[in-house]
Structures are given as structure tokens and as C-alpha cells.
């Protein structure tokens, strides 16, 4: 026993289970010849007493080490390392044969071009300074919780259906969870069949496209619009008519007018708030809007990708919760209530668009995260998730005012820009430099920001960009200001 207690050394501090700290002890020894083939090991009670650990903790050593095929338990005489050690013996090449470099390039030939190219995110130094384009605090998010009922969804034997294969909808319990939560705070008269879980709104967008859209097929968006639902759109081989879009957002004249020369099959729409330009959809052209989807028969979807974060007072209520005929696609997501990278999202929509987006999800992701849904799902249910939404909204409501105040004082009238009601961002016209120039300079100042490039449409270069406010706190701010102004 002084063995063992020689060379199995617990740290109770260290990072690893103490339970991994013996099993990697012990197949150390083996791999060492210390401990042969065969040898017998001390029962769970002895070593545990001769370690001062629990016993629980050698029970799960030792299960560990007889599902990786170290050790062997024999009925009534004990536990001892198996006779055929698993390990891989490495076979000597008579002739090391030649290394061949692996190809750069496919033999055969791929259309890159023919699906566009979405702009790649830039990952920067976690310590950089980033005005982005208008995202949540990461540092804010109740990571804690989250993990806590990831745990428990591991654990709890209540749970185990949902490790294994689910429905493409999604979880039903998730699925319920939010049809109550939208119905409630948003208005939505719906019910778990309405409710579609993605991952992300990215994912509604596209299936959305996807079941919808034909080549040829004409859809309308904004001038200018969120440019990956106008890529997904302009994929499927559909055309695409830009509308124009002032301060109260689409202008719905114009896409009356499209309506009379063309037959539309789907309108894009970001009521609130649009992206890039930020602005609000005001209640009497969200009823135009829904009377043209009725009488030309056209799919709406409204992109509602950050409700929650209204300012000056209460959100709208979206286009769906007035959608008497089945005209709107609507779709959330928890990117920006959370994460981005908690990757859920969500479709609500009469229960046969329901039923042919989830087959069509089929083909290419046959489920979501089944153990992530249910944590959500419980995190909707013990309030977490309106308690951090009632937090952030007051603190980024705090942020968007001095990061707003700080472009007033510091770059005058070199920047235009309105207060936005909502959002994590404001869409910032640079007056009289060329922002490509501006955000370079900025670059070897310390400053992250974007050049303004993925906004502009065509042939339309807005020299504008959405400066992320949500994301950094007050000091950080004063500090990107302040690099900003000196960069022009
Ligand atoms: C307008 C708009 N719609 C959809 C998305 C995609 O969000 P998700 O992360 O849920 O896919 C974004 C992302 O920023 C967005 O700005």
C-alpha cells in the first residue's frame, strides 16, 4: 500500500478530477512495467483510506480504468491489470516510405463564385479595443446559470431523452417554452406547432429561402439591407429588388408600386430595428404592409433579430402578432439576447410552413442541440432570461447616450448620425473622410472598426458604418472616441 501512496500524488487544487488524477497514475505505472499484467490492485476502501479520498472517487477511477481496457475486475478475488495490455505497439517500416504532400487544390473544378461570398468575421485579440458592429457584452452573460443547467440536463435521468436523437423542430419543451414567453411579451397568438427552433436566425432566414424561392423569383429588400439575407436570397437564383428606405425605415409607396409590375414572392424586412440604418417601422406601415402580403399573395419575413433592446419605450409589437392570414415568417434569435455563439435561434410560422422548413432542415442538419434547448428552455422558466434582459437594456441604454454624447463632443461634424431607439449600434455617416482611410489609421492606433465596405449595395458607397455602442463600457468607449478622433 506504501506503493501506491508513493506514486499516486492528489492535488486537491489542481485543475484535473482527482478521480482522473488516479487513473492517470495508475496507467503511468502500467505503461512503466511497474504495475504487470496481472498484478492485483487494492480494493476501493484500502486505497481510498491510504490516499485520505473518498471511496467514490477510486470507484470511478476504477471504472474508468476498466472502460478504457486497463484494468479487469474477477468476481469474488478482485481487480487486477489485464493480461492483454491495450496498448498499440508501434510496427517498424521496413522502408519509410515517402511523405506526399497533401494537394492544395481539388482535382476537380468548384463554382466559388456561383453562391457569392459572405464577408468573413475578424477574430480579433480578445484585449483589442473593437467597436463592432453591434453586438452584446459577452462579459454580461449569465454564463454561470447556463452552465448550471447544462450540468443538471447532463445528469438528471428526467433528461436523458434528449441526448439521443430528437425532431427537427426542436425540443418541445423549448418549442412551449417560447410560444408562452412570445405570446406573452410580444403578442404572438401562437402555440408550440407555430414554433420551429433554429440555429440562429441565420438558419430561419435561409431555410425560409430556400423553401420559398425559385430562380427567377422576384423578392424586394431594402436599400440598404442586412446583406447576408440578400445573399441567401440572391442563392436560390431569385432577383432582387431594392426598395428605398428613409427614417421611418421601408419605404412601402415604392413597394406598393413593385407589386403592380411585378409578382413578389417574398418581402425582407427588419422592422425593428433595420439593419444597418437602425430605424423603427412605425405601426401605420406595418398594416400596409400586411395588406399588400394579403393581396398579392407574398411571404413576409420579418427579421426581429433584437427586440428586446428598445430604449425610449416599448418595443412595437411585431407584424405577426396582426397577421390574420398567414402571410409573415417571423424570426428571432438568442444571438444578441445571450450569445452569438449559443447558436439558437427561432421560426414562427403557421404550422404547414412549420412542418416543410423541418423536413427541409432534415437534409442538412438533422436536429439542433437537444441538451442546450432544454437549458434555455429552463432559463426562460426561472426568469433568468427576462432578469438579464432587464439588466443589459439598462446599461446599454447608459452606453448608447455616452458613446452618442462622446461623437457629439469629439467628432463634430465629422460624423453624422441620429440616436437610434434601439439596438447595440449607431449607423454613423463619415462626413467628409473616406472611412476606409479612417478605420486603416484607426487599426495601428489600437482601434478595431469596420471600413464601411459590407454596407454598400452596388453601386452605392455610403461611406457609413454600424459602430457597435452595447459591447464596450464607458472607459472603453472614451478611449475609442478619442483613438477615432484622431484619426481623421
Ligand atoms: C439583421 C440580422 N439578422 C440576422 C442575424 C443573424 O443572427 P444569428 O446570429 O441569430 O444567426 C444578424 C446578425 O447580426 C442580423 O444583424
Known sequence: ??????????????????????????????????????????????????????????VAAYDELMAQGWIEMIPRKGTFVVQDLPEIKPKKLKQPEPVLPYPSQTIFTIQENRLGSFPVAVIPDPKALVINDGFPDTRLVPTESLLRELRSVGRQTAFRQYHMYGNPEGTDYLRETLANFLRETRGLPISAANAMITRGAQMGIYLTAQLLLKPGDQVVVGESSYFAATLICQQTGAQINR?????????????????????????????????????????????????????????????????????????????????????????????????PAIRVGFIVAPENFIQAVANLRMAIDRQGDSMMEIAIAELYQNGTISRHIRKVVNLYRERRDHFCALMTDQL????????????????????????????????????????GQRYNTGSINYNAARLGFASLNLAEQDRAIEIMASCF
Open 243 to 339: 426598395v428605398p428606405v428613409d427614417e421611418y425605415g421601408i419605404d412601402v409607396d415604392s413597394v406598393e408600386q413593385l407589386c403592380k409590375k411585378k409578382r413578389i414572392r417574398l418581402l425582407y424586412v427588419i422592422p425593428h430595428h433595420h439593419h444597418p440604418t437602425t430605424v423603427t417601422l412605425p405601426p401605420e406601415r406595418r398594416i400596409r404592409l400586411l395588406e399588400l402580403a394579403a393581396t398579392y399573395k407574398f411571404a413576409i419575413i420579418e427579421d426581429d433579430y433584437d427586440y428586446d433592446f428598445h430604449y425610449t419605450s416599448n418595443p412595437i409589437q411585431p407584424m405577426t402578432s396582426l397577421d390574420h392570414h398567414g402571410s409573415v415568417i417571423y424570426i428571432g434569435t438568442l444571438s444578441k439576447t445571450l450569445v
Open 1 to 58: 500500500m506504501l506503493l501506491f501512496k508513493d506514486f499516486i500524488q492528489i492535488d486537491k487544487d489542481a485543475d484535473t478530477a482527482i478521480y482522473l488524477q488516479v487513473v492517470n497514475a495508475l496507467i503511468q505505472q502500467i505503461r512503466r512495467g511497474q504495475l504487470r499484467s496481472g498484478s492485483k490492485l487494492p480494493g476501493s476502501r484500502e486505497l481510498a483510506e491510504a490516499l485520505s479520498i473518498h471511496r467514490k472517487t477510486i
Open 412 to 451: 463634430g461634424d465629422r460624423v453624422s448620425f441620429k440616436i437610434p431607439d434601439g439596438g447595440m449600434a449607431v449607423w454613423t455617416k463619415f462626413t467628409d473622410s473616406d472611412l476606409r482611410q479612417v478605420s486603416a489609421k484607426a487599426a495601428t492606433k489600437g482601434l478595431i472598426m469596420s471600413d
